[in-house]
């Protein structure tokens, strides 16, 4: 809190929403992603926070792995990049199930604290995994990040009384209070109304979007998959969403105050993928496709996987694809450096409604 207070200081007495995100997420040593607290897991009495999808089931990466098979194949490439590897769950799943395929697997994370974790859980990938603490300059291979974009630094707008402000977090009475400022910046679409809106923009996110197509673009190519919650632009911005999507995650509790407890508790929000799509074409990418998670998973034949499965194991694996869970909420987008038929959007492409 020390650190937050001086940053506000420094800053002349307020500090955009996306600059206290970042300290509170990222400061070394001090921030939620980068401290030593438990985060991942199933049950809360473990101390975990959330769930992921890899946590949830193997089924999920293997599944996955055939999509990223292809894309290995397609760009002809033995690379995968992960960035935030949270457990290393993930990065086995898709070591086991692609095995030759892969000669190198490299994991970008600012989380030093997991690095360890991650390591004991590839010990039998030892010779293939690598970590980086910063982006190469060159990306040959394929990029997944599954609930990365996400924990991404968001800017906070607010509509007043017709009026657009920034919200951004100031010192009050000791503690943190949020404090709005008119401002020229604007949701990418109107807003329709005259109600009070809160909102999200994510400029951060694009730009991540379009250094990494220039570093998949510096090599042979490649390609990329992110798997998320959240909305294409129209709805993202529906008159009716006036909340905003910004949720906090501990102990398995979902609250909407990020200036409590800073540093203990995740800071997430939606994902606006109209906005990373056209980030991508800006950039030079093409969009292989987008989808919801459930089409995406069956496509790659996870239904087939479930089959063989135990009962207990295919009642885990529904919940990846249950409309209710993680289904119809989480979406997936592909990019690649030229356009191919990715198999995870043969059927129930929604391209058309980014």
Same mark, same amino acid.
């Given at each position: 809190?020390?650190?937050?207070?001086?940053?506000?200081?420094?800053?002349?007495?307020?500090?955009?929403?996306?600059?206290?995100?970042?300290?509170?997420?990222?400061?070394?040593?001090?921030?939620?992603?980068?401290?030593?607290?438990?985060?991942?897991?199933?049950?809360?009495?473990?101390?975990?926070?959330?769930?992921?999808?890899?946590?949830?089931?193997?089924?999920?990466?293997?599944?996955?792995?055939?999509?990223?098979?292809?894309?290995?194949?397609?760009?002809?490439?033995?690379e995968v990049y992960e960035f935030g590897a949270g457990t290393g769950e993930l990065a086995l799943q898709l070591l086991d199930a692609l095995g030759g395929q892969v000669q190198r697997y490299t994991i970008i994370d600012l989380s030093?604290?997991?690095?360890?974790?991650?390591?004991?859980?590839?010990?039998?990938?030892?010779?293939?995994?690598?970590?980086?603490?910063?982006?190469?300059?060159?990306?040959?291979?394929?990029?997944?990040?599954?609930?990365?974009?996400?924990?991404m630094p968001v800017k906070l707008l607010v509509r007043k009384s017709g009026v657009w402000h920034e919200r951004g977090v100031a010192v009050a009475d000791g503690g943190l209070a949020g404090v709005d400022r008119p401002t020229g910046?604007?949701?990418?679409?109107?807003?329709?109304?005259?109600?009070?809106?809160?909102?999200?923009?994510?400029?951060?996110?694009? @730009?991540?979007? $379009?250094?990494? &197509?220039?570093?998949?673009?510096? %090599?042979?190519?490649?390609? +990329?998959? !992110? =798997?998320?919650?959240?909305?294409?632009?129209?709805?993202?911005?529906?008159?009716?969403?006036?909340?905003?999507?910004?949720?906090?995650?501990?102990?398995?509790?979902?609250?909407?105050?990020?200036?409590?407890?800073?540093?203990?508790?995740?800071?997430?929000?939606?994902?606006?993928?109209?906005?990373? @799509?056209?980030? $991508?074409?800006? &950039?030079?990418?093409?969009?292989? %496709?987008?989808?919801?998670? +459930?089409? !995406? =998973?069956?496509?790659?034949?996870?239904?087939?996987?479930?089959?063989?499965?135990?009962?207990?194991?295919?009642?885990?694996?529904?919940?990846?694809?249950?409309?209710?869970?993680?289904?119809?909420?989480?979406?997936?987008?592909?990019?690649?450096?030229?356009?191919?038929?990715?198999?995870?959007?043969?059927?129930?492409?929604?391209?058309?409604?980014?």
């Open positions: 809190m020390a650190r937050v207070h001086g940053a506000i200081a420094q800053a002349g007495g307020w500090l955009a929403f996306d600059r206290f995100m970042a300290l509170a997420l990222y400061e070394p040593g001090l921030g939620y992603y980068a401290n030593a607290l438990q985060k991942f897991g199933s049950m809360p009495d473990s101390g975990s926070d959330f769930v992921t999808a890899p946590g949830l089931s193997p089924l999920f990466g293997h599944t996955l792995a055939v999509q990223l098979g292809q894309a290995l194949s397609q760009t002809g490439t033995h030093g604290t997991l690095r360890a974790r991650q390591a004991q859980t590839l010990a039998a990938h030892a010779g293939k995994v690598r970590w980086l603490d910063a982006w190469p300059a060159v990306i040959e291979g394929v990029v997944v990040g599954n609930e990365v974009l996400d924990a910046l604007r949701p990418p679409l109107a807003i329709d109304g005259d109600h009070d809106y809160l909102t999200e923009i994510h400029p951060q996110a694009e @730009a991540f979007i $379009a250094s990494l &197509a220039d570093r998949l673009k510096a %090599g042979r190519g490649g390609a +990329a998959f !992110f =798997l998320d919650y959240g909305f294409p632009e129209a709805e993202y911005y529906h008159p009716q969403r006036h909340m905003g999507t910004l949720m906090c995650h501990r102990l398995h509790q979902a609250d909407g105050n990020p200036l409590d407890q800073v540093g203990l508790k995740d800071i997430t929000a939606h994902v606006n993928f109209t906005g990373l @799509a056209l980030a $991508a074409q800006n &950039a030079g990418l093409s969009v292989l %496709g987008y989808t919801c998670q +459930a089409h !995406f =998973l069956f496509n790659l034949g996870l239904a087939q996987h479930m089959e063989n499965a135990s009962l207990q194991a295919r009642s885990q694996a529904a919940r990846l694809v249950n409309e209710h869970e993680m289904g119809e909420l989480f979406k997936v987008i592909g990019l690649a450096t030229r356009d191919w038929p990715a198999r995870g959007f043969a059927r129930g492409d929604r391209s058309h409604r980014l």
